[in-house]
């Protein structure tokens, strides 16, 4: 249990060291990371256009397993 205890005050440390360093970071520059409505506009489009695809995917491959496994 000690090892236990040990390794994750060792993590959080190194994690909290992590976010104090982004943090400083962002205070530095703080106009960093914005995204354009443009952008979000386009991820979104891509992933709904890929989700459809996928569950057109999912339907004809459904309605035809049967046919398809005499083959």
């Known amino acids: 249990m ?14 909290t060291a992590r976010l104090e360093k982004r943090l400083e970071e962002a205070r530095r ?3 960093r990371g914005d995204i354009s409505i443009t952008t979000v506009i386009i991820w979104v489009a891509a992933v709904t256009g890929a989700v459809l695809i996928a569950g057109t995917i999912a339907v004809v491959i459904s309605k035809y397993n049967g046919k398809l496994s005499g083959l």
């Open 29 to 31: 520059q703080p106009d």
């Open 2 to 15: 000690k090892h236990t205890a040990a390794r994750t005050y060792r993590l959080v440390r190194r994690l």
